[in-house]
């Protein structure tokens, strides 16, 4: 785990600058990154990192990972909805290269969320072919607040970093306070399925479920063992036999209740299958990021409804927002709020 503030804490006040314009910090992977004393032109390396540049300093982000659809545009501020799909620096879905990376003329690149040595090992390739600092980010859940602290003071926006960390804090707090009331046993078991066919889950340990174990619940892919995202058949999910299923496809969410190899499952009859909304993005996943605030909030209720009853309405259009920073209008807000429990 990255101690990235008290580290950029000491870069501010007790580290002297490599020159009169630059700050040398120390990124959650333990590299010492020398960044521009302003950064003003962000290039992200990953979905959540786009996530966080966006609710942090939306005029600073260069480009999008993926280009968003129409859809989501609507739930984004005007001015990214333009912006350039410049692609990912590592992914199932292909890298970007390094001439790429120096023509969107970045001050620095940023990466959120998991931190491992293939992680470390691409910023620094990265790195030393483009000469444009590399800051990794350490993007689990339970450093939502740090992060956006950490990274506010990094690109200058303290004074809206605060806000959001604000927010987290009070958020996860009315949460942990709140399920420290309940018995330990039982808890709801949960299957997560990603995809039109819902076969594609998270083991334990993954970062995409790990609100799961934030929200008191269980994973029941955890059985399979500790590790990523991976691939599943229907007759685990039956053996796991969830109480809940959550989809992040609406298609899995239709077909899952007529197809013969889920019947026996709990969650199949008993009719308790879910969709994260996912304008603009994703409320549960995709990508794991700060968005996952909202989703926690939504589980919440959707598990413990007796424990949790504040106007989920309102709370909705708080969070768009103070994070997105837009006022969500009536149709939109009833798109969101479709199905949702």
Known sequence: ?????????????????????????????????????????ILVAGPPAAVLVYVLAPEKLVGWVHAPDDAAKAYLMPSVRALPTIGRLIGRDGMIGSQAVTDAKPDIILDAGTVDPTYKALADKVQ???????VLIDGSFGRTSET??????????????????DYADSAIKDLND??????????????????ADGLETGLSGSINLEILDVVGTMNVAAAAGKGGLTKVTPQQVVGWNPDIIIADDPNFAVSVRSDPQWAAIKAVKDGKIFVSPSLPFGWFDSPPGVNRLLGVRWLERLLYPKLFRSEFADDVKTFYKLFYQIDLTDAQLATLLKGVK
């Open 178 to 195: 709140k399920l420290a009331t309940l018995p330990s046993d039982p808890r709801p078991r949960v299957y997560y399925g990603r995809g």
């Open 1 to 41: 785990m990255m101690k990235f503030f008290a580290v950029l804490a000491l870069a501010f006040v007790g580290l002297l600058p490599v020159t009169a314009e630059a700050r040398i910090i120390t990124d959650a992977a333990g590299r010492t990154v020398s960044v521009p004393d302003k950064i003003n032109r």
């Open 148 to 165: 956006l602290r950490d990274v506010g003071a990094l690109i200058g926006v303290e004074d809206r970093a605060n806000k959001l960390a």
């Open 128 to 134: 030393s072919e483009t000469h444009i600092p590399y």
